[in-house]
């Protein structure tokens, strides 16, 4: 009698389900804190420049904490960064229960990294901490499988975050049914976002470290990395450019929304439901798409795609059509998002991982810190859709440049691909 096949994949090891069980809490949270945390802060009095405002300020702070902990995370390990981040979250969701202070909320934000993201399908790939999670992914993976394994986290953030964004429908229930005031039936979300965080604690605890403390005799390591510099500084520049463009129209998108169609909490949240479930099934298949074309070329034709969708987006003259074409616009910009990962890590040095990840990233923080200011002021007093055609006209520019400075770097399994190709012959 033939053994059955084994149902879980042998890279899936005991520290990468740790792993994946505390991002997962964390795409459940922000599956809903996206949706409804612009939505709430207009409920308190705020509008679109104030939304600008706070989302700049909160991604600058994001931003300094992410340099900190990337250029950290290499010299005393990936692992006590992960356990400090929720607490961080779980405070930050407290205070937005207890106080409507610009500034208190503007530090909530930023330190807690609540609702900051691209809008659907994304939501756990963000905040300071993840330079740490995406080497600490990375170590406990094969170069053959590194692909596949950010495919399946990013395929487990779509799971998550699908069942949180069906959670934004709650302050609709709470003010219908239970007669809740308008601001006092998103403050249970916000009570959740902190138990989440406890789960994303507990869960961090158990995984092991992978980079070991240098000893006394050992030289010290250099903070700044050396031998991936240059591959970071195309990462860099190219990740300047795409953070302008989402930051012209990523954290609005529900604002939109709600603006534009006058939809509620629970319609916006079941449209992010539809594209976190809808971009699991890229994220499988993105792998394969890799093997055929090479990364880069998938990663560019993908987001080319997504591109043509978000031009079209603030054209929709319906609610129905406009969730079309944002769905789809999702499905295929979400695709590249684990090979874009798992690439930065497969032609980066190991040892220098989370300094690339934190490093090659800040820029793109710091530009989406920038363009939120605008971006609002426009949206209150110029043009619903003129933000998101800027956006998509930096995130074209992204895509060429992305192509132009990375079409001859291959990550280390397509060089041995191409190695065994040539030897055959």
């Known amino acids: 009698m033939k053994a059955s096949a084994p149902t879980i994949p042998v890279w899936f090891t005991s520290d990468l389900r740790w792993i994946t069980a505390s991002r997962a809490a964390r795409s459940l949270s922000q599956g809903y804190l996206i949706v409804v945390l612009p939505l709430y802060l207009l409920q308190i009095g705020f509008n679109g420049v104030s939304l ?70 994304g939501a756990g790939s963000g905040g300071p901490f ?52 308008p601001a006092d039936s998103y403050r249970p979300l916000f009570a959740l976002t902190s138990v989440l965080a406890a789960v994303m604690l507990v869960s961090i605890l158990p995984v092991r470290e992978t980079v070991k403390r240098r000893s006394k005799s050992e030289p010290r390591r250099a903070y700044l990395p050396t031998k991936s510099r240059n591959v970071i500084g195309r990462l860099a520049f190219t990740n300047l450019v795409n953070g302008v463009g989402v930051g012209f129209f990523g954290p609005f998108v529900s604002y939109w929304f709600y603006r534009r169609f006058g939809a509620s909490p629970g319609t ?99 530009s989406a810190s920038i363009s939120p200011l605008p971006a609002g002021y426009i949206f209150q007093n110029i043009s619903l859709e003129l933000p998101f055609e800027i956006g998509a006209a930096f995130q074209l520019l992204n895509a060429l440049l992305f192509f132009s400075l990375f079409r001859q770097i291959r990550p280390p399994e397509e060089s041995r691909t191409t190695e065994r190709t040539a030897a055959a012959h």
């Open 52 to 121: 600008g405002e706070l989302f700049t300020i909160g991604a600058f702070i994001s931003a300094l904490l992410t340099v900190s902990v990337s250029l950290a995370a290499d010299q005393i390990g990936r692992k006590p960064f992960l356990i400090i981040f929720p607490v961080f979250t779980a405070l930050g969701a407290i205070a937005l229960i207890f106080s409507t202070n610009f500034w208190i909320i503007v530090a909530a934000c930023a330190l807690g990294t609540l609702g900051r993201g691209g809008g659907a399908g």
């Open 268 to 366: 916006i949240g079941l449209l992010f439901a539809a594209v976190n479930l809808g971009a699991a099934i890229p994220y499988l298949l993105a792998p394969g798409l890799a093997r055929k074309l090479g990364v880069v070329k998938a990663v560019v034709g993908v987001r080319l795609v997504g591109v043509a969708l978000l031009a079209l987006l603030p054209l929709m003259p319906s609610f129905l059509l406009a969730a079309t074409v944002y769905f789809l616009r999702m499905a295929f910009q979400r695709a590249s998002i684990p090979l874009r990962q798992s690439y930065s890590m497969g032609v980066v040095s190991k040892e220098e991982r989370s300094a690339a990840a934190g490093l090659s990233n800040l820029p793109s923080q710091v």
């Open 130 to 181: 993840y330079p740490a999670q995406q080497a600490l992914i990375a170590d406990h993976s094969s170069a053959g499988d590194r692909n596949a394994v950010f495919a399946a986290f990013s395929f487990t953030d779509s799971i998550a975050s699908t069942t949180g964004a069906l959670l934004a429908g709650i302050p609709d229930l709470l003010t219908t049914r239970l007669a809740f005031a």
